[in-house]
């Protein structure tokens, strides 16, 4: 079945680091990829998406690359800032079959960015 | 900017009682969805919901669950007899088109205790 991994967090970074958050995904038909952020108090946002392979996302700076050879689409930013901070999902929606509507999502990994 | 919204943000209930989380989902959007996070774990989807009928359902939602669209503007979920493990935070989201590449648009969720 469709699946999302991502890396465990959390993840903390100095102000002006290089961000990488990893995300694999297993997939029965051709998914769109998302990623959603979560601020703290809130609820999930777009982030990005990309919704074909070799498609690139990209959004305020952060940027993932669908990438079906290697069936991932890891989030990256050159330089982070502490207003950054927050809990950041993957997800796909996949094309096959009768659940396309269904978004599976990874367990999010939590980002911290020190001044 | 349109946006998804819930209430309450937080409820507290007896195990064994009812409750009734409510969603405001896009004005002119026609899918719908609730979604649900235990602490710790993956966001995980629960019904999928269009033109008055359930279109999809998870494992999850067996019959102590029920949605429905009351009115031209909300959206509820309804757990008739809560159990400690229903203690999550749910999350409502809406779509303009069942089509893999449409963003889903969350809420900010609401945080269910059950004690």
């Known amino acids: 079945g469709d699946s999302v991994t991502q890396m465990e967090g959390p993840v903390t970074l100095s102000e002006e680091a290089f961000l990488t958050i990893n995300c694999t995904y297993t997939?029965?038909?051709?998914?769109?990829l998302f990623w959603y952020v979560q601020y703290p108090g809130e609820g999930l946002q777009l982030l990005l998406k990309?919704?074909?392979?070799?498609d690139k996302g990209s959004n305020k700076g952060f940027e993932a690359t669908y990438r079906k050879e290697t069936t991932s689409f890891h989030l990256e930013k050159g330089s982070v800032q502490v207003s950054d901070s927050a809990v950041y999902f993957c997800?796909?929606?996949?094309?096959?079959?009768?659940?396309?509507?269904?978004?599976?999502f990874g367990s999010g990994t939590k980002l911290n960015v020190k001044p | 900017e349109p946006e998804v919204t819930q209430t309450p943000s937080h409820q507290v209930t007896q195990m064994g009682q009812e409750v009734i989380l409510r969603c405001v989902p896009i004005?002119?959007?026609?899918?719908f969805y609730w979604y649900r996070q235990i602490l710790g774990q993956k966001v995980e989807f629960l019904v999928s919901?269009?033109?008055?009928?359930?279109?999809?359902k998870s494992e999850i939602f067996d019959d102590q669950f029920s949605v429905e669209r009351p009115d031209g503007s909300n959206f509820t979920l309804k757990i008739r007899s809560t159990k400690l493990e229903d203690s999550a935070m749910y999350f409502c989201?809406?779509?303009?088109?069942?089509?893999?590449?449409?963003?889903?648009?969350f809420g900010p969720g609401t945080r269910l205790l059950v004690l």
């Open positions: 997939a029965t038909g051709y998914p769109s």
């Open positions: 004005s002119n959007h026609l899918y």
């Open positions: 990309a919704t074909k392979a070799d």
């Open positions: 919901f269009y033109n008055n009928e359930i279109s999809e």
């Open positions: 997800a796909l929606s996949d094309e096959g079959g009768y659940n396309f509507n269904k978004f599976y």
């Open positions: 989201a809406s779509q303009h088109r069942d089509r893999p590449q449409e963003t889903q648009y």
